[in-house]
Every structure is written in structure tokens, then in C-alpha cells.
T-cell receptor, first 115, second 116 residues
């Protein structure tokens, strides 16, 4: 099955600096890669996603890049703010049959933005 | 935006009790819903895929007789933890997918289950 590795497990940055979180996946058939932000005790919230036919996607301070050949994708947060502090999860997905896409999650990165 | 409602948010009960958790997609129809379990400071582990009108597909190691899933309509899936024991205590989260192939998935608020 799919295996998603995520690094680093913890990341501390100064407010205003950039943060980068990297993930690799094992199944070349995976074609959808979302990123979720989860604050303590709350639901994971989708912040950005990318499909395999695109190499990069940007939404204001957040961007995701995908390298299909190397099977890795990264989340980039620029101009970080204290409210960006949370746990971030990457995930990979493909059609598991009968049209349902199952997500395989990375282990998460705890981002701390220091004011 | 797509909203997924999950109830209850918190359950505390005695060992041996059965607990039902509901997951509803409020503004879209979801042929497929997913149930996850999350331990403290860990990632989300998929327990089962819930398909409307058919039997759920369970991940390896998840007891189907322990975790009963019913997906009776396009907007409702339920997870029943039968005869719960302290080791079943965890954070359970559902998700429902919209769009092509059920993506992106939107998550409910989760249910924190504590078995005494």
C-alpha cells in the first residue's frame, strides 16, 4: 500500500520567516495530494491541494509543489504568523476502487511560529 | 463551503457501553465517507471506508464487529463502538468527500471518546 513520509516532525520559525514541510510517497499511482492544518483538539482543515497534472499551486501565503518523478511534494508558507502555529499533515490519494479515494496521511509536522 | 457535522463531540461512559457517532454532510451528498482514529500527538489512521447502500470496507486490523458502520443515506454515516473498553478511548473523526472521486475530503469536528 501507499506510504507517506513527512519531515520534519517539528519546526520552529521566527514570525515573518518562511516554513517548508516536505513529504514523499511510495505509490506512483497516487494522483491527489492535500495538505491539512489541525489545531489542538480540532478538525483537520484543508488548506491547499494539488493534483498530479500540476507542478505547483499557490494561494496567497501558501504554496505546494509536486515532483512526480521523485515522488515528493512540499508545503511552503511565507511570511509566517503566530496563527500559523498548528500541526500540518500531508496526504496522498488514489482511486482505491469503486471510485473512492482513500487518503494516506504523513505523521504530521508541528509548526511553531515564534513572535 | 462544504460542511461535515459530527456528533457527539464528547462521550464519557462506562466500560461495556455501546456508543454511536453520527457523521452528516450538510450541504452536499457524499457517496463515500471515511472514519479515522487519532491518538494523541499522532496522525490520522483510516479505520474504514463507508459506502452508501453497501457494506463498509475495513482496514487491516480493524474489527468489523467492534466498529459497526452504517451508511444509510447520501448524507449520513454512523459508527457504533460496541461494548467499548478503555482501550477504545480515542479521538474519532469522520470525513466526507465532494467533487471528483470524493476529493477533497472535509472533516467533522471529531468525537473524543473516553471509556472509564
Amino acid at each position: 500500500g501507499e506510504n507517506v513520509e513527512q519531515h520534519p516532525s517539528t519546526l520552529s520559525v521566527q514570525e515573518g520567516d518562511s516554513a517548508v514541510i516536505k513529504c514523499t510517497y511510495s505509490d506512483s499511482a497516487s494522483n491527489y495530494f492535500p495538505w491539512y492544518k489541525q489545531e489542538l483538539g480540532k478538525r483537520p482543515q484543508l488548506i491547499i491541494d494539488i493534483r498530479s497534472n500540476v507542478g505547483e499551486k499557490k494561494d496567497q501565503r501558501i504554496a505546494v509543489t509536486l515532483n512526480k518523478t521523485a515522488k515528493h511534494f512540499s508545503l511552503h508558507i511565507t511570511e509566517t504568523q503566530p496563527e500559523d502555529s498548528a500541526v500540518y499533515f500531508c496526504a496522498a490519494s488514489k482511486d482505491s476502487g469503486a471510485g473512492s479515494y482513500q487518503l494516506t496521511f504523513g505523521k504530521g509536522t508541528k509548526l511553531s511560529v515564534i513572535p | 463551503g462544504a460542511v461535515v457535522s459530527q456528533h457527539p463531540s464528547r462521550v464519557i461512559c462506562k466500560s461495556g457501553t455501546s456508543v454511536k457517532i453520527e457523521c452528516r454532510s450538510l450541504d452536499f451528498q457524499a457517496t463515500t465517507m471515511f472514519w479515522y482514529r487519532q491518538f494523541p500527538k499522532q496522525s490520522l489512521m483510516l479505520m474504514a471506508t463507508s459506502n452508501e447502500g453497501s457494506k463498509a470496507t475495513y482496514e487491516q486490523g480493524v474489527e468489523k464487529d467492534k466498529f459497526l458502520i452504517n451508511h444509510a443515506s447520501l448524507t449520513l454515516s454512523t459508527l457504533t463502538v460496541t461494548s467499548a473498553h478503555p482501550e477504545d478511548s480515542s479521538f474519532y473523526i469522520c470525513s466526507a468527500g465532494e467533487g471528483i472521486g470524493g476529493q477533497p475530503q472535509h472533516f467533522g469536528d471529531g468525537t473524543r471518546l473516553s471509556i472509564l
